[in-house]
């Protein structure tokens, strides 16, 4: 069973699966790192050079790629913030997965951004008023995504990893 985890970027999907794979003893793989190997660049500088709609195009390739390659008993995904607004990687998580949608707040999401240490090319130069605007204006548009393909929601406001991790495990 591949355990896919989704939404919106900063909420832990990356994390969240490593420690996941962990407990469960099993793989775990970023769809992120598999585009940047596939394309021997990162996902900042595939944005910049090749536009989010060729981005787009090389995530779906990659996920179909993965799905259809995976032999594993169990293994963990994390998924792009943005996978999900491709309809035919939609139809890919829901026919082949168990999606676990992350969900955070807007407070949550906004400082986890400013915090973090990973390119975000969507919110690169924002102000945090402009970033806050963002992260609403693209929220509206994902989250019909995230719920449509997820058997099941996490709130991740205010919980440690491990308390994340603990109540996945309950789901499974």
């Not at 082949?96 to 975000?120: D, G, M, P, V, W």
């Not at 963002?134 to 995230?146: H, Q, T, W």
Request: charged letters at 25%; proline letters at 1%.
């Amino acid at each position: 069973m591949i355990i896919a985890l989704t939404g919106f970027m900063g909420v832990g999907k990356s994390t969240i699966a490593e420690r996941l794979s962990l407990f469960l003893y099993c793989k775990y793989t970023d769809l992120d790192k598999i585009i940047e190997h596939k394309c021997s660049q990162t996902i900042e500088t595939l944005f910049a050079t090749k536009g989010e709609a060729e981005f787009r195009k090389v995530e779906e390739e990659a996920l179909e790629q993965f799905i259809s390659g995976n032999k594993d008993q169990n293994h963990v995904l994390s998924l792009g913030g943005g996978a999900l607004v491709s309809e035919k990687n939609r139809k890919l998580i829901k026919e082949n997965t168990f999606c676990i949608y992350l969900k955070a707040n807007e407070i949550t999401l906004q400082n986890r951004i400013i915090k973090s240490h990973k390119s975000r090319p969507l919110m690169k130069n924002l102000t945090p008023e402009q970033m806050s605007e963002k992260i609403f204006d693209m929220l509206s548009v994902r989250e019909a995504g995230y719920l449509d393909v997820s058997k099941a929601v996490v709130n991740v406001d205010n919980l440690t990893i491990s308390e994340v991790v603990g109540k996945i495990i309950t789901l499974l």
